[in-house]
């Protein structure tokens, strides 16, 4: 079964600090995505990757960065955490291709910053 | 105007109801339609994938485009209380990225 596995269901972090997230697909996905999912405000695109050591802002890249040293890892840093920060992360993957059958998501990250 | 409608609801229906689900979009060049199911706490998991208009049915779920409309449907017969989740429609062009609605969220009554 294909999977997007992110490495933390539950974070708390405190203002300031740096702020990893971890994503990893085992399906050789050309394409991998960063969400922040708010109530009333649904999935909203922080950045993206169509390749190795490639990436593109979104519509919120504010306050955040990304890695894509290797194809199946894709990582989200908040440089400085701030409690707007506060919302669940949900990582995807997807093939290039037009057909692509849509994303696969991670099981996501909710993310506290106190 | 947003690029993908949807109504977030509370939508609440009993068991065994027949379950309409809907999505207006503003750009004609989407192709590729998807209906994504999430439960609480999870990720969006893919429902249903239609290219182009025309009907697509799964099990107990029928997925529906109309283009020259610019609205698609999600139908869900004989709902069960396991059906209860948000739905995201979802859209896109040939090479470009998925654009999500907001989603609705429905519960199914025992």
Redesign the interface.
Same mark, same amino acid.
């Given at each position: 079964d294909v999977k997007?596995t992110q490495s933390s269901r539950y974070l708390v972090k405190r203002t300031g600090e740096k702020v990893f997230l971890e994503c990893v697909q085992d399906m050789d996905h050309e394409n991998m995505?960063w969400y922040r999912q708010d109530p009333?405000?649904? *999935?909203r695109?922080i950045y993206?990757s169509y390749d190795v050591k490639m990436k593109e802002k979104g519509d919120i890249p504010e306050g955040y960065s990304v890695s894509r040293e290797k194809k199946e890892r894709f990582s989200l840093i908040l440089e400085s955490a701030s409690t707007n920060q506060t919302s669940m992360y *949900?990582c995807?993957s997807?093939l290039?291709r037009?057909?692509n059958?849509?994303?696969?998501?991670?099981?996501?990250t909710?993310l506290t910053v106190v | 105007q947003k690029e993908v409608e949807q109504d977030?609801g509370p939508l609440s229906v009993p068991e065994g109801a027949i379950v309409s689900l809907n999505c207006t979009y503003s750009n004609s060049a989407f192709?590729?339609f998807?209906w994504?199911r999430q439960y609480s706490?999870?990720?969006?998991?893919?429902l249903m994938?239609t290219?182009s208009s025309g009907n697509k049915e799964d099990g107990r779920f029928t997925a529906q485009v109309d283009k020259s409309s610019k609205y698609i449907s999600l139908f869900i017969r004989d709902s069960q209380p396991s059906d209860s989740a948000t739905y995201?429609c979802?859209m896109?062009t040939?090479?470009d990225?998925?654009i999500?609605?907001?989603?609705t969220s429905l519960s199914v009554i025992p």
């Open positions: 997007v995505f009333g405000l649904g *999935l695109l993206f *949900l995807a997807s290039n037009p057909y059958y849509g994303y696969t998501f991670g099981s996501g909710r | 977030p192709q590729y998807m994504y706490r999870k990720g969006p998991e893919l994938y290219y995201l979802a896109k040939s090479y990225k998925v999500f609605g907001p989603g």
